[in-house]
């Protein structure tokens, strides 16, 4: 009889794998075939009423956010929910009010700030077109920050930069969310 390292047999290692390994192989095959169940599917796969999320998103209207970010937050929207083609008639309508913030950061000793942080919080409310009640709500926040130079071009275009990169990850966000509500949603 050999003893490892441990004090272990070979034998009596093997046993011990066999007790250990046989329940959680059990149990992971246990939980893989719930998922079955509990209706977990890709987010992208067809509806439990058989249509497709991309079909449903389509059917979405996106009322007019105000100012420029808001206006970019809504034409990324209709964009990356038709693709550029027409959408369908409405079903659902979503409503976004934006709170924005500017935060200096980096300011030196004149008091002047090296760097800003543009922030945004997207409060929104998907509306049924039929009912008019609010079936999903919440918010969303992005940040994107970005350095101050001498140049005042320098700077209008760093912060504009700052506010497509805000109103796209919003976007994202916007529609990752949609899409979530809108495949399980019957």
């Not at 937050?73 to 309508?93: D, Y």
Request: hydrophobic share 40%; proline share 4%.
């Amino acid at each position: 009889m050999s003893l490892d390292d441990s004090g272990l047999t070979r034998a009596s290692r093997s046993w011990r794998l066999r007790l250990i390994g046989a329940p959680l192989l059990l149990v992971a095959a246990v939980a893989l075939s719930a998922c079955g169940d509990s209706g977990f599917r890709p987010l992208y796969a067809p509806t439990a009423s058989g249509g497709h999320v991309g079909e449903r998103l389509k059917q979405v209207d996106f009322s007019p956010i105000p100012g420029r970010v808001g206006q970019r937050i809504r034409n990324e929207m209709i964009f990356q929910t038709t693709g550029g083609g027409n959408p369908l008639p409405p079903t659902h309508r979503l409503e976004v009010v934006l709170k924005e913030n500017l935060t200096s950061t980096l300011v030196n000793v004149q008091g002047e700030a090296a760097g800003q942080v543009y922030a945004v919080e997207a409060s929104f409310r998907l509306i049924d077109a039929k009912d008019k009640k609010v079936v999903f709500q919440g918010t969303s926040h992005a940040r994107a920050g970005f350095e101050r130079f001498e140049s005042i071009y320098s700077n209008v275009r760093a912060r504009e930069d700052a506010e497509n990169r805000v109103a796209r990850t919003i976007a994202d966000d916007l529609k990752t969310r949609l899409a979530a509500y809108l495949s399980r949603a019957t």
